[in-house]
């Protein structure tokens, strides 16, 4: 089995996966190299794999190392070609190019990750990667706008029934919701001139917010990372 550790900006993930198949996944925000010992005691993990755009975990790499065959996204082999200088591109982005090549490996694809930020990137049809935008996230429009506009309390996140609001958080909704999503399919139109027959996937924490908002898209998991860290052990091995 595989244990993959995606270490964001706001928590970790972790999953145990065979075939591409996540058996089981977790949350974590603390203790993460205790849980993580902890589930080399439940399952039998020969290869893991680990994407972090937080603060280097030192003990949590000599763990992995030294009771697995240890990938990450920094140090191995990656199946494309990747232009940009060690840690100019977070592995998060590198991973989920991973999983692009693994689904699409002939053709344009535009990988669009909805969470703390939202970042676009290009996965060419001849193997090449080109990174693209980094934008806020929901989470960080919406606290932004409560956090700077004193008279504006915070609001749950709702996408708005239609262009006419009724009250200020009505507002705040079409605003934030509409404006995420015209930024996105403008993006998705752009990169479409300029790559044929562009594939379109979203992902990320807060892409089922917008699932089923835009057209010709394909929405897959918020685990697509998890995939893009498993496909980098395949080609490693």
Request: hydrophobic share 35%; net charge positive.
């Amino acid at each position: 089995m595989n244990l993959l550790v995606d270490i964001g900006n706001s928590n970790s993930k972790i999953a145990i996966t065979k075939d591409y198949k996540v058996v089981e996944e977790f949350h974590s925000s603390t203790n993460l190299l205790k849980k993580i010992k902890n589930l080399f005691k439940d399952y039998k993990i020969s290869h893991s794999c680990l994407s972090n755009v937080s603060i280097p975990n030192i003990k949590l790499n000599e763990f992995l190392k030294t009771n697995s065959c240890f990938f990450d996204v920094k140090n191995n082999h990656l199946p494309f070609k990747n232009p940009y200088k060690e840690d100019l591109v977070g592995d998060d982005r590198l991973a989920l190019v991973c999983a692009a090549q693994k689904d699409y490996p002939n053709e344009n694809v535009l990988i669009i990750d909805i969470g703390t930020c939202i970042t676009y990137d290009i996965k060419t049809k001849n193997n090449e990667y080109l990174a693209g935008g980094i934008s806020p996230g929901l989470g960080l429009r919406y606290d932004s706008i409560s956090k700077r506009a004193f008279l504006i309390k915070k609001i749950n996140p709702s996408y708005p029934k239609n262009m006419k609001a009724f009250d200020t958080e009505s507002s705040v909704n079409i605003g934030t919701f509409l404006g995420t999503q015209l930024e996105i399919e403008g993006f998705i139109k752009k990169y479409s001139s300029e790559y044929d027959d562009l594939k379109v996937i979203i992902t990320g924490g807060d892409s089922y917010y917008l699932s089923g908002k835009i057209k010709n898209t394909i929405f897959t998991t918020s685990n697509y990372v998890f995939k893009g860290l498993e496909f980098l052990i395949e080609t490693n091995k």
